[in-house]
């Protein structure tokens, strides 16, 4: 699938809608609602890694994760939907956003999940998925975040380098608004076991502690 490779800007933007997205199914595999709020021992992060049907199902199957939703993020478009998305024309990314356990899975080990599992080096696409809905992001939700994701990036940009490929184009910030996506693209994977997944990472592996 193929849409605009570079990141309109808010004037540009559809116009959203005043409702949002209905939530009514709990998680495939968790079975609880894509609503819960964040238990207080818990954090919450939003990650982009392409299509966001196979990075849910990457991130439900680590220990720890206690719950994943996907939708969209880093745009401007209100409510929006996976048509108006794939147009390029919201300046949103598909992401999942991800539930976790510190205790159990760190966040440097979540991270480590996220640079091996997919390239990001590659801009506004993801192997054969090009648009800016696919390019790669991290959107932190604690400011105790932020600079353990940049430093995780440059630990990962070492292992690349050294490797001759490209500088990570990941786009990291702090998270503006998550809209939910539509109930047939929550845990896609699940519903669809033989679905379309384009995970693919570099092949670089590197430790993040």
Known sequence: MAGLTY??????????????MAVTEPHVIFQRSLTSPVPENMEAIT???????GAERLFWQAEG?????VGYAGGFTVNPSYH?????????????RIIFDPEVMSLQQLLTLFWE?????????????IGTQ?????????????SAVKATMELFQQGLAEHGLGKVTTEIKPLQGFYFAETY????????????????GTGITCSLS
């Open 65 to 69: 994760v206690w719950l994943t939703m």
């Open 134 to 146: 696919y390019r790669s992001v991290i959107y932190t939700e604690k400011e105790s975040q932020l």
């Open 185 to 200: 693209h929550q845990q896609y994977l699940a519903r669809n076991p033989n679905g379309y997944c384009g995970l693919k």
């Open 117 to 129: 599992n997919h390239d990001p080096t590659q801009g506004m696409r993801q192997g054969n998925d």
């Open 47 to 53: 990650l982009g890694m392409g299509c966001f049907w």
């Open 7 to 20: 990141l309109i800007g808010e004037d540009d933007a559809l116009a959203g809608s005043s409702e949002p």
């Open 84 to 96: 108006q998305v794939c147009t390029g024309e919201t300046g949103h990314a598909e992401v999942v």
